[in-house]
């Protein structure tokens, strides 16, 4: 079967990671279906999608309101389309916030989750990929980040996507014909070329304040922040700030999904298994400045702050085991993720609304 007859649920798909994934699946043919509470994300979101792909493909979408936690609201999907599987984005993601309120977390996270498996086994569609997170290492011991490292989580957030995976490995070992690929992703960084999509978080900023690099670097650029906080200036690093691995959202992670739903297809037992879509080196976070700077002619004001507790020095992966299993490798430098960026955030200085 070509990808032309495939159809794929993709939960969370108005968010930053699915519309980005979503669009790159309709132009592979497939046909989609989301499913978003649009808790952190906005139907425009969904609108600008069908933009991107015109009105041949955008017949190929379909949105669902529905929470994950309701589980009729997967029960009113599954008997009208036979999916052939399922991209499970839909999730909270604010670390600071989980700390805060990690019952918001393990309900939303895990219970929306669990409901997802009850119906895909009930209807018996078995094949899953899955975000994880990087944050699976915690701060790891030893770096590039390997698949099989001894797996840690550092905050609430951070232990709903290690208790999912156990989860994962757990359903597949007692019902074998389930498929699960786990992904573990590091930072990404960047929009869709057309600047139309990109990042607009709504849940992970503190009074409007993102967490984040990025989305901060972003908004002090457009001028609605005056200076970045830089966290640690004395790590043993080239520069004193701390180093992390990142990636395009269209050509590392979006392109990462086709690849891992391209193996569900193609190859038989493939059990649970985890792969980092990373990049095998860091940049800095004062880098990270710099080219901002260069991509958008912007002075990125920046005060040097103490440490952010639980930030590790250094973080980046190993992706060898996506490169030689899934054939994936993040393309792009981080100029080009800057410039898309750059695009996306002068393009929707306030991201998908119009100025409050
Ligand atoms: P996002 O917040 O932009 O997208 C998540 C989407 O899921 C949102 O549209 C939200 O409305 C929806 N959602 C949340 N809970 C839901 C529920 N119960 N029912 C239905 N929809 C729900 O986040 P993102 O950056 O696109 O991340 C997608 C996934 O990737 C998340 O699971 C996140 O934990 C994981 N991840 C993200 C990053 C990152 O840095 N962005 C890194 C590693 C892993
Ligand atoms: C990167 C570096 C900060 C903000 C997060 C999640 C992780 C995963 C990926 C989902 C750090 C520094 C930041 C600022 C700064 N997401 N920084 N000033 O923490 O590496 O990873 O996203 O799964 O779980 O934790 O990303 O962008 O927050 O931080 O100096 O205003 O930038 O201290 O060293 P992080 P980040």
Not at 36 to 47: G, Q
Not at 162 to 173: G, T, V
Not at 314 to 320: D, I, L, M, P, R
Request: net charge positive.
């Amino acid at each position: 079967m070509g990808s032309s007859e495939k159809t794929i649920l993709v939960t969370g798909g108005a968010g930053f990671i699915g519309t980005h994934t979503v669009v790159q699946l309709l132009n592979d043919g497939y046909r989609v279906s989301i499913i978003d509470n649009l808790d952190n994300s906005v139907i425009e979101a969904v609108h600008r999608v069908k933009d991107l792909v015109g009105p041949e493909l955008s017949q190929k979408l379909d949105f669902n309101l529905g929470d994950l936690r309701n589980r009729d609201d997967l029960e009113k999907l599954f008997p009208k389309t036979k999916f052939d599987a399922v991209i499970h984005f839909a999730g909270l993601k604010a670390v600071a916030e989980s700390v805060g309120n990690p019952r918001r977390y393990f309900d939303n996270n895990l219970i929306g989750t669990i409901n997802l498996y009850e119906v895909m086994a009930k209807y018996n569609r078995k094949k899953m990929v899955f975000s994880s997170s990087a944050t699976v290492y915690g701060q790891p011991e030893k770096i590039p980040c390997v698949e099989d490292f001894e797996l840690k989580a550092m905050n609430p957030y951070g232990r709903t996507k290690l208790f999912l995976e156990e989860i994962a490995r757990d359903i597949q070992k007692a019902e074998p014909d389930w498929s699960i690929i786990l992904l573990r992703y590091f930072n990404p960084v960047g929009a869709h070329e057309s600047g139309k999509i990109g990042e607009d978080p709504k849940c992970c900023s503190n009074r409007g304040i993102p967490n984040n690099l990025m989305p901060y670097i972003q908004q002090v650029a457009v001028g609605r922040l005056p200076e970045l906080n830089v966290f640690g200036h004395d790590y043993p690093t080239k520069d004193g700030s701390a180093v992390c691995s990142r990636l395009h959202p269209c050509y590392g992670l979006a392109d990462g999904h086709i690849a891992a739903v391209r193996k569900l297809f193609s190859s038989e037992n493939i059990g649970c298994i985890a792969y980092n879509l990373g990049t095998g080196s860091g940049t800095s976070v004062l880098e990270m400045v710099a080219a901002f700077e260069k991509a958008s002619g912007k002075k990125i004001p920046i005060k040097l702050c103490p440490r952010r507790p639980g930030d590790a020095t250094a973080v980046y992966a190993s992706t060898e085991k996506a490169q030689k299993e899934l054939g994936w490798k993040a393309k792009y430098g981080i100029a080009e993720m800057c410039k898309d960026q750059w695009k996306w955030a002068s393009n929707n200085p306030w991201g998908y609304q119009s100025k409050p």
